[in-house]
């Protein structure tokens, strides 16, 4: 057998016994530490991720990979304000993933800052709201000075809801969840000038296995006593967080007067 062919076989040979590599974005479960949702391009593509930076350095993933767990934690009461009246009935029990960090909990919010967009947005990306499918309610709110509410979407609005994030812009809210269970935000950001990209952003909050959140139908609440928790999040923390980001709420809110947002 000439010297090339018994080379060649033996380099097939070899390949078959390489396991395959390891796919980059496997799916993931994050229940604690830092995330954002926003747009990048990717091979030249506008496309909308989740960027992690939960371990040692960031990880932009695909939203499809993910599921934010909201933990036990995270179960407070709505207040006795009447600012708060749209989460429901002064007692009854909401989940909160709040506009503070809290150690205990994920930490989500959007942004708007990869270097890879800035010369393809202009004044600023619009974040849209298709639809929520979930066991409970969905709110997600700013707390502005003095602890006013600021409601970014809700689910209990006709859809689509739309805002506006100037560019170049990280913002963090109060994620709300009336039930726990498996949720599913229908999401996209967009450019005036045709760049879109729309995902689907998975959250499970409460008892039960996250991995729910990753099929399309949302799991059914756990029926029971649970377990003793930690106390929530407070919502004298959620207040103070709005005195923190007072200025930048404030620019939110003109920027939406501008845009004539309906709320």
């Known amino acids: 057998m000439p010297r090339l062919i018994r080379v060649l076989l033996a380099a097939a040979a070899a390949l078959l016994l390489v396991p395959p590599a ?5 799916p993931v479960v994050i229940a604690d530490g830092h995330v954002d949702l926003g747009p990048r391009l990717v091979d030249s593509r506008w496309t909308l991720q989740i960027r992690d930076d939960t371990g040692d350095g960031p990880v932009w993933r695909e939203p499809a990979d993910v599921v934010l767990q909201v933990a036990d934690v995270a179960k407070t009461t709505v207040p006795d304000d009447p600012a708060y009246a749209f989460l ?3 007692g009854t029990d909401v989940w909160v993933l709040p506009q503070v960090q809290d150690q205990r909990l994920v930490w989500p919010g959007w942004n708007t800052q990869d270097p890879s967009i800035a010369e393809v947005v202009g004044r600023e990306v619009d974040w849209r709201l298709h639809g929520v499918e979930g066991p409970g309610r969905f709110e997600l709110f700013l707390t502005g000075n003095f602890g006013a509410p600021e409601t970014i979407f809700s689910s209990e609005r006709p859809y689509p809801q739309e805002t506006g994030v100037e560019a170049g812009t990280h913002v963090h809210g109060n994620w709300v969840f009336t039930a726990p269970g498996a949720y599913s935000l229908d999401v996209e950001m967009a450019t005036v000038d045709g760049h879109a990209d729309r995902a689907t952003l998975r959250v499970h909050v409460g008892p039960g296995d996250p991995a729910t959140a990753f099929t399309t139908e949302p799991s059914v609440p756990p029926s ?4 003793a928790q930690p106390a929530g999040p ?3 923390w959620i207040a103070v967080g709005g005195v923190l980001v007072a200025g930048a709420v404030a620019a939110f809110v003109l920027r939406r007067a501008r845009r004539g947002t309906d709320d």
């Open 224 to 227: 029971g006593a649970t377990p």
């Open 22 to 26: 390891a796919h980059a974005d496997a």
């Open 88 to 90: 429901g009935t002064p």
């Open 234 to 236: 407070s919502w004298v």
